[in-house]
C-alpha cells in the first residue's frame, strides 16, 4: 500500500488529478452497483406494496359500508316482520286475543255477557279466526270499545253488528243497547303447519 501512496505521490499534478478523479468514479461505480440499486429495489417494491394495501384497504372500506347498508337493512325488514307479525301473528294467540278483547270492552265500561270462539276458516295467504261476541251498555261506550279494538295493533274486523234497545237504562240515564257481532281475527296461513294454529 505504502508503495501505491509513493507512485502517486512522484506523479505530476495533472496524473494525480487523474487518477484521484479515476478514484473518486470507481467509489461512485462501487456504491451505485453496491447499495444505491439495492435501495432503489426496495423503494420500488415498497410503493408497489403501498400502493396494493391502499387498493386492498378501499376494497375493504367498501365492502365495509356494502356489509353495513346490507346489516343496516336486514334490521329493518325484521323489524318490519316483527310489526307484520303483530297484526297478521303465525299463531292463533286466542287465549291473548281474547284477554285483550275483554280488556278493551272492561275499559270502555260494557259488560260482556257472551263470547265463544267460532270455526277457523283458511284462505290462501291466512286463516279467519271468528269470535262471537255479546256486550251491554251505551251507545258511547260501545263506539269507545269499537275504537280501542281498531287501535290495537293485530287485525280485527267487526262483522254482522246487530244493535237492539233495551228498556232499562243505565244509572244515568242513556238508553241502553245490546250489540251482537263478530269480532273476525287472522292469523298467517303457513302451508309448512302441519297441526292447528294454537
Do not use: C, W
Not at 290495537?152 to 237492539?164: G, S
Amino acid at each position: 500500500m505504502n508503495d501505491i501512496l509513493q507512485k502517486l505521490l512522484r506523479l505530476k499534478t495533472p496524473a494525480k488529478i487523474a487518477a484521484t478523479a479515476g478514484l473518486v468514479v470507481l467509489i461512485v461505480v462501487v456504491y451505485y452497483m453496491l447499495f444505491y440499486m439495492d435501495l432503489q429495489d426496495q423503494i420500488k417494491g415498497s410503493e408497489a406494496q403501498q400502493r396494493s394495501l391502499t387498493a386492498e384497504k378501499a376494497d375493504y372500506e367498501k365492502r365495509k359500508k356494502e356489509y353495513l347498508a346490507y346489516r343496516n337493512e336486514l334490521t329493518q325488514l325484521q323489524q318490519e316482520q316483527r310489526e307484520l307479525l303483530k297484526a297478521l301473528p303465525k299463531r292463533a294467540e286466542i287465549p291473548t286475543f281474547l284477554s285483550s278483547i275483554q280488556e278493551q270492552a272492561e275499559l270502555a265500561g260494557l259488560e260482556v255477557l257472551n263470547l265463544s270462539i267460532e270455526a277457523e276458516s283458511p284462505a290462501e295467504l291466512y286463516v279467519r279466526i271468528p269470535v262471537r261476541l255479546e256486550i251491554r251498555g251505551t251507545y258511547h261506550t260501545i263506539t269507545k270499545f269499537f275504537k280501542n279494538v281498531a287501535d290495537l295493533p293485530r287485525i280485527v274486523n267487526v262483522e254482522n253488528l246487530a244493535l237492539t234497545l233495551e228498556k232499562a237504562s243505565d244509572e244515568s240515564g242513556s238508553p241502553r243497547l245490546h250489540a251482537k257481532f263478530y269480532a273476525v281475527t287472522f292469523r298467517y296461513n303457513d302451508q309448512s303447519e302441519t297441526g292447528g294454529g294454537t
